[in-house]
């Protein structure tokens, strides 16, 4: 709805949804081998994404090369939302 009310304005409303990404806060996560296995299992990619790719995908949406993007949420999950 966002996208919609301020379009006319010139403004553009997206999202960003990172599933797990690998990231220091996330290290206590990481310790159980089996829990790592269960979920890199569920991910088609079979790896989770590191902050520099979330990263690379606020520098496109920000910038003149994403400017006919809008109203979107951009999944950032190697896949595990697609099934």
């Keep these: 709805m966002l996208a919609i009310e ?3 304005h010139g403004i ?4 960003i ?3 797990r990404v690998d990231t220091p806060s996330r290290a206590g ?3 159980d081998p089996k829990f ?6 569920r ?3 079979h790896r ?3 902050s520099e790719e979330v990263a690379a995908v606020v520098c496109y949406l920000v910038s003149s090369r994403a400017a006919y993007i809008t109203g979107q949420t951009l999944f ?3 896949g595990l939302t697609a099934y």
């Design 6 to 8: 301020w379009a006319e």
């Design 36 to 41: 790592i296995e269960a979920m890199l299992n």
């Design 12 to 15: 553009l409303v997206n999202a």
């Design 48 to 50: 989770f994404g590191t």
């Design 17 to 19: 949804a990172p599933g």
């Design 76 to 78: 950032l999950d190697g």
């Design 43 to 45: 991910v088609p990619l």
């Design 29 to 31: 996560s990481y310790r």
